[in-house]
Structures are given as C-alpha cells and as structure tokens.
C-alpha cells in the first residue's frame, strides 16, 4: 500500500477488463511507519498494523521493543520489508501506551493517518512570543468598530471563535458586518507557525480532542474573537436590501470588541421566545431578530437560484470521562446554526467576486458539476419512480436537483432520492481558477470566514490585506500565481485526510457504542444496497450491514439500475429508503465494522405503500 512501483503491462486486454501489469521493482516505500498494537512472545514481540492494508506482521527483537508491554499501542519503524517467506522486521519508535487508557484509541488513529499530535519546538517559541494582548502599534491605520453591537454564536465547546457578527438594519437596507479574526496579522508567511500551519492544513475535530492548526496559545488566544477583548479582525462590510442582494461592500482591516459570546443553543431559544433568557439579553433581542429576518432572505434567495440543501445530520459522539461512547445522536441544525451558515457563505462569495473581477491571483473554492454518467444513472432511477424530471441526456443545473429534492419532501422515497444525488456530486476542492460551486449554485465562492483552523483561509487574507495595502504589483501577482497552485493542491489532500480521521473516530465509537447493545432491536432505513448485502442507518446515525448470507428466506439477486434486492423466489424487494427491524449480531472493533440481521417480520416490506407508516 502506496508504494511506489515499476510494472510491466501484460499484453492481451480482454475486452471491457482493466489492464494487467506485473510489479518488477518497488522504487520508493510509501509506509516506513506502521500503527499497530505489540505481542509479546518468549524471545521476540510483533506489531500487527491497524491498517488492514499492511496485512503482514512486524517481527520486532526483544532488543528493540525495551519497556513496551504486551497489547500497548505503538509505532514501529520498519527496518526490512521482508519477502514471501520472511515476515517484515523493525523496530519501536513511539509507545502510544495501554490500549485501555483514554484516549490511547484515537491517538492511534490520529497517528496513523500522519497527523502531527504535537507542535516542534521551535513553532512553540514562536507562539509564545505572540503578543497575548492587541498592541498599540497593530491598530495604526485600522478602522475602529468597537462602537457596533458585536457578537459570535458558537457551539457550547467552542474556544477558537474565529468569525462575529455585527447587524443593523434602517430604511429596509441591512448593513451586515462579518468580521473574522486576522491570524496573517500574528502568523507571518513563511515563519515556522505558517509552514507548520501548512504542513496541517486545517484543525481536526475529533471525538475526544481537537488537534488545532495553529498552537493553542493563538487559536483560543490572540486570535479568538473573545467577548471583551480588543481584536484585530478582517471585516466584510456588506450593505444588503431586503430581496438579499448585497448593493455594496467594504472589506476593511479593522479593530473590534465582541459584546456577548453566545451559543446557537441560547440565541434559538430567544428567538423562540424562552422568557428567562430574553431578559437576560435584552438589549441583543432586536440583533437576533434582525439576524432571523436577513438569514431567511438570504437562505430564500439561495434557494431560488437552486442551491442544493442536503439535510443529513451529522452524527454527534458524548464519551464519559473513560472515553467509552456513552451517546450518539443525530446533530440536527437549527435557526441559530442557520443564521451563522447564511452569513459566512455570502460574505466568502462576496470577497470571492471581488477578487475574481479585480482578476488578482486568489484561492478558489470550487465544485464541479456532477459527472453526467453518473447522474443520468440517477434520473433513469428518479424517471421511472413517476418523478418528473426535464432533463435527459444532458448537464443538469443545481435548480433542477433542487425541484427534485422539493418535489419529494416528506415522501417515503425522500431519504432514497437525496442519497443518490449526493452520491452522485463530485467533492469540493480548493483552486486557482473560479469556475464557481454547483452545490451552492454560486458563480464566486471560496474560504474567507475560518483563519484559525484552515490554511485556505489564513493565504488569501494575506492576499487581500497585500490590496487594501496598495502593494498588489505586478510582482506580488506573478508570484502568487507561482505559488498558489501548490497551496491548493495540498490543503484538498490535507483536507480529505482530516475528512477521513474524523470518518474512522466516529466509526471506532460507534463500534464500541453498538458492542455493548449485542441483541438488542432497532429499526432503521435501508442507506445501502449491495451486491453483498444491506446497509441500514438506525436514527442515531450509526450504520451496519445486513450480509446477503443471513436473507434466509430466499436466494437475493442486485438489481444495479433499481439499487434493490430481489428475492428469486418470492420476489421480496429489499430498497434504499426502506424501513427495517434489525437486531445487532456481531461488531468487529478491529475493522470498526458493524452487523445486523433482519427481523423475520420484514420480508412483508416489499412494496412503496408497505413501509409510508
């Protein structure tokens, strides 16, 4: 697994096969380290890798495994690779500790995907030399706006606030104010905070810890908008009218103090009219209002143009104080959550077509439009459910997705539909070139509104303080241009590696979580159908396969095009969307995998009319 190989190609493609090749030489190693948990035998110990695609064991010599105990999570250096008879050899670099202290489990995985856990030193010293305070001489030539009514909505848990938000409204224009923190001002390009910020590319959400961007010091410090603190901010300065068009802007380096720190959980329960906490923020319940009106313009306005609203909750993990998953639940949005998503995408595409039409060299956020195979797969499917869909053979637009995702809200074919388009999109990237984001139907996005936890952001606020400065040369372009390429490139890798530890925490506690409720029922929708069997989404997220070895009833053949089982027999269906009983059989924490079986009482939901209730 990502090696690096010279192949031969065979000859003699059969028709409709993939290419075959022979491996003569392996040029570079891809894994020098491996994850893994040590077995100590008599003489000697092993390291069996946690990524199942490092399938031998490592022979470890007593002589290198000195202090490590028999099922300690570790890291080992591979020295020799091995043979076909010969088991790879290497040594321990890093004892991660017991498997069963807290937190030893996430650290693993965080270290095997290459996620630096800790900062070197000499970033630590470079932090610590940031000032903990605004000084005097960083607010020269800044504008002041620590008179406006400010306030950040965050999660309870929050500590890196990097975006507030300040809001008036008068003669039915709303003057919007984004402003978000100016890491550029204490991470200097090219220092060793920004190199390792790159190196990271972004803050990762874990289910136990976050491994941030930037130290703590700067990221819950300087450069979180805290309530009461002087900042130093990026400000987009928007004026907006009441059909949502934003009829002028500013962007402007700036100086603000933040009023009230408050969580969505709060502002949703003023704007729904909890007693106790509207006289606790009296004076910011004329803001909230004013936020609710503009966030529901804007969201309409969006709407109308046909941006794409997935609502798939995310899943939310509770550990108590073991790190054992004592909850999981669907992490559902809500008008305060809204309000905050509604002003952080139109201030990034604001700043994006400022920069596109200015033509100055800039960091993009795109998504391409669907691939057509894929989505005409789809709309065959979609067609044949009686759903009216106008377009055939040809680039769907995201209002088109977006009337067949109204068309079938509340039906029982809704979850069905929605994953399929999903599946069906392409993932969002970072580029240099603006060529716009189909699932917000937007011609101008990119990532303005985070500095603290992702690169992206952190490199084109250096670019527009560079233009409001006046020091946007020829020269300054030419060499953007040279280096932003690269910078996109790799924050989307960074970024999709993040992705995919968070993906691999979150499937580890879910394991762990359904291991405890062996036996237990659930029901659950069908979020999958396979050659090789069902998987079913109970409502707290979690997932598992039913394997097409345990339908007893009948022998199930896949029907690719109507994404169903069929029984030979009986012709019981078994489709996406579909609602099921299932009982927990097995879980496997190794490979993070979870199995059910089907009540016998489900072979009855073969039909759309059978599972409406």
């Not at 695609?53 to 490592?58: A, G, L, R, V």
């Amino acid at each position: 697994h990502q090696d690096k190989v010279r192949i031969i190609i065979r000859d003699g493609q059969k028709e409709g096969k993939r290419q075959e090749g022979v491996v003569v030489k392996v040029l570079e190693r891809g894994m020098p380290e491996i994850v893994g948990t040590y077995q100590l035998n008599r003489d000697f110990g092993f390291v069996i890798s946690d990524n199942p695609k490092f399938s031998k064991d490592i022979f470890i010599p007593r002589k290198e495994a000195a202090g490590v105990k028999n099922g300690d999570k570790v890291i080992a250096t591979i020295t020799d690779y091995g043979s076909k008879n010969k088991n790879p050899e290497g040594k321990i670099k890093e004892n991660l500790g017991n498997i069963r202290t807290p937190g030893t489990d996430i650290l693993a995985i965080v270290k095997s995907f290459g996620i630096p856990s800790e900062f070197p030193e000499k970033v630590q010293k470079q932090a610590q030399r940031v000032p903990d305070h605004v000084l005097d001489a960083d607010r020269d030539g800044r504008l002041d706006l620590r008179h406006l009514q400010t306030v950040t909505i965050d999660g309870e848990d929050a500590k890196d606030l990097d975006d507030a938000i300040s809001l008036s409204k008068e003669g039915g224009i709303y003057h919007l104010g984004v402003h978000i923190a100016d890491v550029s001002n204490y991470v200097q390009y090219n220092s060793a905070l920004d190199r390792e910020a790159l190196k990271r590319g972004t803050s990762v959400y874990l289910a136990d810890r976050v491994v941030p961007m930037l130290p703590e010091r700067l990221s819950n410090g300087i450069c979180s908008l805290n309530q009461g603190e002087d900042r130093l901010a990026l400000s987009c300065l928007m004026d907006i009218d009441e059909q949502g068009n934003v009829i002028s802007h500013k962007i402007a380096e700036t100086v603000i103090c933040v009023d009230r720190r408050m969580t969505y959980t709060a502002v949703k329960k003023i704007l729904e009219g909890d007693g106790d906490l509207r006289r606790e923020y009296q004076d910011f319940v004329p803001l909230f209002h004013h936020m609710k009106e503009l966030s529901a313009i804007l969201r309409k306005k969006r709407s109308n143009r046909g941006s794409i609203d997935f609502d798939f909750p995310e899943s939310k993990v509770f550990l108590d104080e073991m790190g054992r998953p004592v909850e999981i639940k669907a992490y559902e949005q809500n008008v305060a959550t809204k309000i905050i998503e509604d002003f952080m995408l139109l201030a990034n595409e604001t700043v994006a077509k400022e920069y596109c039409e200015r033509e100055i060299p800039f960091l993009y956020r795109t998504h391409e439009n669907p691939d057509s195979d894929k989505m005409e797969k789809v709309l065959t499917f979609i067609r044949n459910q009686d759903i009216p869909v106008h377009k055939s053979h040809e680039e769907i637009t995201p209002l088109e997705v977006q009337e067949i995702l109204n068309e079938i809200e509340g039906e029982p074919t809704e979850p069905l539909i929605s994953r399929l388009l999903l599946r069906s999109m392409k993932q969002a990237r970072y580029t240099t070139g603006c060529s716009g984001h189909f699932g917000l139907a937007a011609k101008h996005y990119c990532h303005f509104t985070s500095p603290i936890r992702r690169y992206p952001d952190l490199q084109i606020h250096r670019i527009i303080k560079e233009t409001i400065r006046g020091r946007m040369n020829q020269e300054k372009k030419m060499y953007y241009a040279q280096i932003l390429g690269d910078v996109a490139d790799k924050t989307s890798t960074l970024e999709r590696r993040a992705e995919e530890v968070e993906r691999e925490t979150v499937k580890l506690k879910k394991a762990e979580y359904m291991e405890t409720r062996l036996g237990q029922n659930y029901e659950g929708i069908i979020s999958g159908v396979t050659g090789w069997g069902l998987y079913v989404e109970l409502p707290n997220t979690v997932e598992g396969l039913v394997h097409i070895s345990t339908l007893m009833d009948d022998y199930y053949q896949f029907d690719e095009e109507a994404y169903c089982l069929v029984g030979e027999k009986t012709g019981h269906t078994y489709r996406l969307g579909q609602k099921v009983t299932v009982k927990v059989s097995q879980v496997d924490l190794s490979t993070k995998s979870i199995d059910f079986i089907l009540k016998e009482e489900n072979s009855c939901f073969n039909k759309y009319m059978d599972w409406e209730d």
